[in-house]
């Protein structure tokens, strides 16, 4: 399937694939937080690493967004969209693993830990 060069489906890709990775990450912070008032020993156990599976899943899923048109040579989109598109990826990167890291920490310190 080719892509028009102006159409209107690559700039959705690129703005969701920018969004979803801050989104994804605000969602796994406040969503722990809120888990960890309410119970906090399954936030140690089982909780807090499928809050982040699920969290990471979508950083993976915004960069596989952006792939296509990140990659050298793509001639479906303009310049300008290539960049925001290896943008995006990067910015994909980068969130995935603030949400492994914290991820991981969900599992290494104790929550009900005070």
Do not use: D, H
Not at 19 to 28: D, I
Not at 51 to 75: D, E, F, H, I, N
Not at 95 to 103: D, G, K, S
């Amino acid at each position: 399937m080719t892509i028009a060069r102006g159409s209107k489906l690559n700039r959705a890709r690129s703005c969701a694939a920018l969004a979803l990775p801050p989104a994804a990450w605000m969602l796994f912070e406040y969503g722990l937080g809120t888990a960890l008032r309410g119970s906090c020993a399954a936030v140690g156990m089982w909780l807090g690493p499928a809050w982040g599976l699920a969290s990471l899943m979508l950083c993976v899923g915004a960069a596989l967004l952006a792939w296509p048109m990140a990659r050298t040579g793509s001639t479906a989109s303009p310049p300008v969209r290539v960049w925001l598109a290896r943008i995006a990826a990067l910015e994909a990167g980068i969130f995935a693993l603030a949400v492994a890291y914290q991820t991981l920490a969900t599992v290494i310190v104790p929550s009900c830990a005070r």
